[in-house]
Every structure is written in C-alpha cells, then in structure tokens.
C-alpha cells in the first residue's frame, strides 16, 4: 500500500523549508543529508525471547532552536519494517491495511517530540512464526514531500 | 486577436533581452564589467542611457536575424554602438546578447516615452485595462485591453495626461490570472477542493467529495476520518481552504457511530463507508453535481472548469475511474476490488464492502469524489476516496440507510 510510486514527492511550500533528519529514504533516488531540524529514532529491545512481543516506539523530535512545522502523510503516518539481515522483507506494520489518506499539520516546538508506537508479534507479511536469530528494525514516518527513516537497529530473537 | 497577443508578449520578452544569440560584433563584443543594478526597473536604466544618449528610443533584439536593434531619432551606427556598450554596463552580465547592431530610426526618444508612461498610470485603473507598457520593439507605448470597446476610455485617459495618441498602441488581449489551484480558496464550492479543520493543536486537510442535499439541508459530503472524530457528530467546523477566521464553510451535521456486531469482525467497528456531511453556512456559494476539472496529475485549476454528475454507479472491476483531490489531484485508475472490507491501520474500525483501484493519491486526498467520464465532461460518480492504495467507499455504501448517510442528491440538476 505505500510504495514510492504512489507517495511520489509533494513538497509541501512550508515544511520544503525546514527540512529535516537524518536522511529521506527510498522514493526517488539514493538518500541525501539534510540539516538536522527533525530526527527519528527507533527505540526497540536488542534481544527477545522467542513469540516475545517486540515493542517498537519511534520519537520524532524538533532539534533546532525555532517551532518545526512537519506535515505528516496519512493516518498513521508511521510503519515499521522488519528485514533479515540481506535486507529482504519479513513484516511491515501496515501490510495488508489501509492507511486513512489525510494530511496533518503540527508544529513541533523546540525539544518536542511525538511518539509513535506498534508491536511486531514475530511473524511474517503472511503471519507465520519467524526463526530466532538475528533481524533489523527500521522506523519510518511520512512527511508531505517524503518519507524519513530512522537509523536500523538490530535486533536477536534469541533460540 | 491571438497574434496580436502573441506579437507583444514576445516583443515584451525581447525587451528583457533573456534570448541568447549566436552572433557576434567585434566592436562590443568584450564582456563588460558587473554592474550593480538592484533597484532599479529596466525602464529606470533605459531611462538613465537616455539621459547620455537623448536620441535614444529603445533596443530590441530579433531572434530571426540575431541583430541588436536600437531605435535613434538621429541612427548612426556609432551611436549604436556607445548605446549598447553603455547597456551592457549597467545591466548585469549577459542581459545584452553579444550580437550585429543595427541602428533603427525612432520616431519617439525614451525619454518621452517614459514621461508619458508615467503620466498615463490612471490608465490601469480603468475596468478592463490589462497592462500599460513601453514597447521597446515598436518604440511605441501600447495599452492591452480586454475588449476593444474599452478604446474610447483608454483615449479620454491618454488625453487627460497628455500624452500623444499616436503615440499609443492600443491591443486587445487576454487578461492576466493567477494561477490557482485546488488548494486555494474557491467560491462556490465543488468536489475536490481543499478543506480544513481542527482537533487539538493539529490542523487537517483533507479534500471535499460533492456538494450535495442531504433531508432538505444543503451542503457537502466529506469523510467521517475528517471530522474532529470519526463516527459521531461533534459539529466539526470545516474551513476552505485553510483554517482562518472567514474561512469557514460548514459545520457537521451527520456522521454516523461505528456498529459493532454482526457482520462486523469480533472486537472491530463498522461502517460501510467513511462519509459524514456537513451543513453549508449562510451565504456560502455551492455548486451541487460540479467537481473541479483539472488536467491529469495536476492540482492546478482555474476555478472554472468542471466535470457535472450526471448519475451514480456502483463501482466494477476492470471499470476506470478517476479521482479529484487536493494533493495529487486528478489520477485514474482501473478498478481492482470491490466490496472488500478493510481494516484501518493503528485503528479496530473496519470499512465493509470498498473498493479498491489503481488510482494514485496521497495524504490529503481523502474525500476525493472518485467518479467514471461518461462522455465530454459528464462524469458518473462512484464514491468517496479515503485510504492509501486508491481504497474508496462506493456511492452506494454512502447512501444506505441506518447506518450510513441516507439519500443524497448529488447529481448536476437534482436528478440523482
């Protein structure tokens, strides 16, 4: 339901002049730096039991001196993407779901952050169990002229 | 009235010397030293080589030969020259193409031309008048008018200030529009147009679906997810196209609670649509069955140009529908599911029996009127756009019964 053909890139004329953190993913060519007005990060266990539920919490943040206006795509704005360690796909929070099309604006005050949660139940896009050993968790929010992803994180289900 | 139109705009174009050329002219053709020229018009500098060069009457640049032409009440050619060279100094680099010069005779010096320019301003205040100009191509002065009709009051003006009717070119052309777009505001209202509300300290947008009438009242179906909350009426106000004071255009009035139970998943809520509707305010212009008709993958509009719903339909694979919305504006697709039920991500509401195509869209464009063209701009409509993927809820399920909004008129001449 999200691929960059579909998101493109609308850049919104006020958000256009903040931008933002570590780097726009996917959608239209290889990631670039941008300055560090918002940053995403992916807060998550390093180890879980196996059939543990995996908490994932991702904190958008304004790090610069002056109110961020971030104009968040859809409802929920956010996913979450599991991947072995090749890189190949294993979940995707929002597989499968619609994502309500409507378009927030917020202002993010010096310091402030939003928060944005879901759990991964160790299972693939199909729903079956997945093998212990070791994964990588990414955080993606969606903003009006793309998407910005946290740094990946590793992540072992231990055997 | 086309080439005329088209003769100006490209002397105008001339005048601001942005044509490159591949000629040259060894006598000026040395590249001159940056000038600084921040303040001032291009009138104000032609205005100062005519106080060196008073003979001078303006310069143009022909793209067809390549020569530089610069009209002189008395031409020589090293007038022309020292006329060019002076210009190229005080105009920033490149402004003049490095080309032949070609001294022209000039009836009128730029001198006079720019006095009577500024004394002939109250012409643009005239009803219809669209632009006054020193035309340095025709070292002339020309007036474009909308219609010719307006002649008459043009030359009482030109009179009254004095300056010389021949002198004075007048033209008929086309007015000057800003360009809008769906994300500007538009009276009266049509599908497809930006609207606005509050919930918190966040603001939304989301996109208008149809002006409609809903039990005798009149206004506009948008989604229940744009409303402060989805099911439930909480007398949402909707603004178009932002939220401001003066902006407001409606106020919900309708928007269904989710059900749950039977055929609703165990522990989910239900709609067969994502609607509310919304009453129109005193005063607010609104046109039922029109959505606004842009072109393909583009949200510019003219406020003008629409489609006209002529009946409604329910949605069927393999059909091609498109839809109108605020951020990627009008994208087609064909259609690829119909009556399937959805689960709303980060959410327990499921939408029963939507459709689904293969239409683009994007944050904001939820409400977007997804509709087929019939024929010219006659359009049927087929429901309201909400989820990412091209997911829409069929017209059908918007107006059932109990659980969702009822009947509404929609079409163009209350027909449907």
Same mark, same amino acid.
């Given at each position: 339901?999200?691929?960059?053909?579909? !998101?493109?890139?609308?850049?919104?004329?006020?958000?256009?002049?903040?931008?933002?953190?570590?780097?726009?993913?996917?959608?239209?060519?290889?990631?670039?730096?941008?300055?560090?007005?918002?940053?995403?990060?992916?807060?998550?266990?390093?180890?879980?039991?196996?059939?543990?539920?995996?908490?994932?919490?991702?904190?958008?943040?304004?790090?610069?001196?002056?109110?961020?206006?971030?104009?968040?795509?859809?409802?929920?704005?956010?996913?979450?993407?599991?991947?072995?360690?090749?890189?190949?796909?294993?979940?995707?929070?929002?597989?499968?779901?619609?994502?309500?099309?409507?378009?927030?604006?917020?202002?993010?005050?010096?310091?402030?952050?939003?928060?944005?949660?879901?759990?991964?139940?160790? !299972?693939?896009?199909?729903?079956?169990?997945?093998?212990?050993?070791?994964?990588?968790?990414?955080?993606?929010?969606?903003?009006?002229?793309?998407?910005?992803?946290?740094?990946?994180?590793?992540?072992?289900?231990?055997? | 009235?086309?080439?005329?139109?088209?003769?100006?705009?490209?002397?105008?174009?001339?005048?601001?010397?942005?044509?490159?050329?591949?000629?040259?002219?060894?006598?000026?053709?040395?590249?001159?030293?940056?000038?600084?020229?921040?303040?001032?018009?291009?009138?104000?500098?032609?205005?100062?080589?005519?106080?060196?060069?008073?003979?001078?009457?303006?310069?143009?640049?022909?793209?067809?030969?390549?020569?530089?032409?610069?009209?002189?009440?008395?031409?020589?050619?090293?007038?022309?020259?020292?006329?060019?060279?002076?210009?190229?100094?005080?105009?920033?680099?490149?402004?003049?193409?490095?080309?032949?010069?070609?001294?022209?005779? @000039?009836?009128?010096?730029?001198?006079?031309?720019?006095?009577? *320019?500024?004394?002939?301003?109250?012409?643009?205040?005239?009803?219809?008048?669209?632009?006054?100009?020193?035309?340095?191509?025709?070292?002339?002065?020309?007036?474009?008018?909308?219609?010719?009709?307006?002649?008459?009051?043009?030359? @009482?003006?030109?009179?009254?200030? @004095?300056?010389?009717?021949?002198?004075?070119?007048?033209?008929?052309?086309?007015?000057?529009?800003?360009?809008?777009?769906?994300?500007?505001?538009?009276?009266?209202?049509?599908? $497809?147009?930006?609207?606005?509300?509050?919930?918190?300290?966040?603001?939304?947008?989301?996109?208008?679906?149809?002006?409609?009438?809903? %039990?005798?009242?009149?206004?506009?179906?948008?989604?229940?997810?744009?409303?402060?909350?989805?099911?439930?009426?909480?007398?949402?106000?909707?603004?178009?196209?932002?939220?401001?004071? #003066?902006?407001?255009?409606?106020?919900?009035?309708?928007?269904?609670?989710?059900?749950?139970?039977?055929?609703?998943?165990?522990?989910?809520?239900?709609?067969?649509?994502?609607?509310?509707?919304?009453?129109?305010?005193?005063?607010? $212009?609104?046109?039922?069955?029109?959505?606004?008709?842009?072109?393909?993958?583009?949200?510019?509009?003219?406020?003008?140009?629409?489609?006209?719903?002529?009946?409604?339909?329910?949605?069927?694979?393999?059909?091609?529908? $498109?839809?109108?919305?605020?951020?990627? #504006?009008?994208?087609?697709?064909?259609?690829?599911?119909?009556?399937?039920?959805?689960?709303?991500?980060?959410?327990?509401?499921?939408?029963?029996?939507?459709?689904?195509?293969?239409?683009?869209?994007?944050?904001?464009?939820?409400?977007?009127?997804?509709?087929?063209?019939? %024929?010219?701009?006659?359009?049927?409509?087929? $429901?309201? *756009?909400?989820?990412?993927?091209?997911?829409?809820?069929?017209?059908?399920?918007?107006?059932? %019964?109990?659980?969702?909004?009822?009947?509404?008129?929609?079409?163009?001449? @209350?027909?449907?």
């Amino acid at each position: 339901m999200h691929d960059c053909a579909r !998101r493109g890139i609308g850049v919104g004329p006020l958000l256009a002049a903040f931008l933002l953190s570590s780097y726009l993913a996917g959608c239209g060519g290889p990631a670039r730096p941008a300055p560090p007005a918002l940053v995403l990060q992916l807060v998550a266990p390093e180890r879980v039991r196996p059939g543990e539920k995996v908490v994932l919490r991702l904190i958008l943040k304004n790090v610069s001196p002056n109110p961020v206006e971030a104009r968040l795509d859809g409802r929920p704005t956010h996913d979450f993407i599991v991947r072995r360690p090749d890189g190949t796909e294993v979940w995707r929070w929002s597989h499968g779901q619609a994502v309500q099309d409507i378009l927030q604006i917020r202002v993010l005050r010096p310091a402030e952050e939003l928060a944005f949660e879901g759990v991964w139940p160790q !299972r693939d896009n199909n729903g079956r169990p997945v093998a212990p050993g070791m994964y990588r968790l990414q955080g993606i929010v969606r903003l009006e002229q793309g998407r910005l992803a946290s740094a990946e994180q590793n992540l072992t289900i231990l055997p | 009235m086309v080439l005329r139109v088209a003769s100006v705009a490209f002397a105008i174009a001339l005048s601001l010397f942005l044509i490159p050329f591949g000629s040259t002219f060894p006598a000026t053709g040395a590249p001159a030293p940056q000038a600084q020229v921040p303040d001032r018009t291009l009138d104000d500098v032609f205005a100062q080589i005519a106080e060196r060069f008073p003979g001078f009457g303006g310069v143009f640049a022909d793209p067809a030969t390549g020569i530089l032409h610069v009209y002189l009440v008395d031409p020589h050619p090293r007038t022309a020259a020292a006329v060019v060279a002076a210009l190229r100094q005080a105009l920033r680099p490149g402004s003049i193409p490095v080309a032949l010069i070609q001294p022209v005779r @000039g009836l009128f010096t730029f001198r006079e031309l720019k006095a009577w *320019h500024d004394r002939m301003q109250d012409v643009l205040a005239l009803d219809g008048v669209v632009f006054t100009d020193i035309d340095d191509a025709r070292n002339r002065l020309t007036v474009g008018v909308q219609d010719f009709a307006l002649v008459p009051a043009v030359e @009482g003006e030109l009179a009254r200030a @004095g300056v010389p009717r021949e002198a004075v070119e007048i033209i008929e052309t086309e007015p000057v529009r800003l360009e809008t777009s769906l994300r500007d505001q538009h009276r009266p209202l049509v599908g $497809g147009l930006q609207i606005s509300f509050t919930s918190g300290r966040n603001v939304f947008l989301c996109t208008l679906n149809i002006v409609a009438v809903r %039990s005798g009242a009149n206004g506009f179906v948008l989604n229940s997810h744009c409303t402060a909350k989805q099911g439930g009426v909480e007398s949402t106000v909707i603004y178009q196209e932002i939220v401001a004071s #003066g902006k407001e255009v409606g106020v919900e009035i309708a928007d269904p609670q989710y059900f749950r139970g039977s055929p609703c998943p165990r522990g989910k809520r239900c709609r067969y649509s994502d609607s509310a509707f919304a009453q129109l305010n005193t005063g607010i $212009g609104a046109t039922l069955g029109a959505v606004a008709k842009v072109t393909l993958n583009s949200t510019a509009w003219d406020g003008n140009a629409a489609f006209r719903i002529i009946g409604e339909a329910d949605p069927v694979v393999g059909v091609t529908v $498109g839809k109108v919305g605020r951020t990627t #504006g009008f994208t087609q697709g064909n259609v690829q599911r119909t009556c399937t039920n959805y689960g709303v991500l980060g959410t327990n509401i499921v939408q029963l029996c939507q459709a689904q195509a293969g239409y683009s869209s994007s944050g904001g464009d939820s409400g977007s009127p997804v509709f087929s063209i019939v %024929s010219g701009d006659d359009v049927w409509l087929r $429901g309201i *756009h909400w989820g990412s993927g091209g997911v829409f809820s069929p017209i059908g399920g918007v107006q059932r %019964s109990g659980t969702e909004l009822g009947p509404l008129t929609t079409c163009f001449d @209350g027909s449907c």
